[in-house]
């Protein structure tokens, strides 16, 4: 589904996404997609690979929460220079890059970590 079936908010250039029955999140479901500040989706216990990917696109991709979330792919959240907080329910980020180029970020909230892969969270 496109992320607009979720919007909790519109202010031009800007959406909120509140997903309340959303379970898990494909990979790429939401690559390149600059306009989302907040992306708050309760029950998803997956984040597939590349799926907030900006490839070096200007995101304005503030705060991530997934509380349940147990489960994330390589490159989630690459190059979303604005991210600035962050919740996960994740005891590994053994997958390579998940936070690499998160220039902004300054609270990443997890279970307590078993393990960082390589580069997950580089050019924090």
């Known amino acids: 589904m496109p992320y607009a079936s979720y919007l909790l908010q519109e202010v031009p250039g800007r959406f909120d996404v509140y997903a309340p029955n959303l379970t898990s999140l494909p990979a790429e479901s939401f690559r390149e997609a600059i306009a989302i500040e907040t992306f708050y989706a309760p029950k998803v216990t997956s984040i597939g690979n590349n799926s907030f990917d900006m490839s070096e696109h ?11 979330c147990t489960s994330v792919g390589s490159t ?17 980020l053994g997958n390579s890059y998940v936070f690499n180029k998160c220039y902004a970020l300054e609270s990443l909230k ?15």
């Not at 200007?58 to 349940?68: D, E, G, I, Q, T």
């Not at 989630?76 to 590994?92: H, I, K, P, Q, R």
């Not at 997890?110 to 997950?120: D, E, F, K, Q, V």
């Open 58 to 68: 200007a995101s304005k991709l503030r705060n991530a929460v997934f509380p349940l």
């Open 76 to 92: 989630v959240f690459e190059d979303c220079a604005s991210l600035t907080n962050a919740e996960l329910a994740v005891t590994s």
């Open 110 to 124: 997890t279970r307590p970590l078993t393990s960082i892969g390589p580069y997950a969270l580089s050019n924090c």
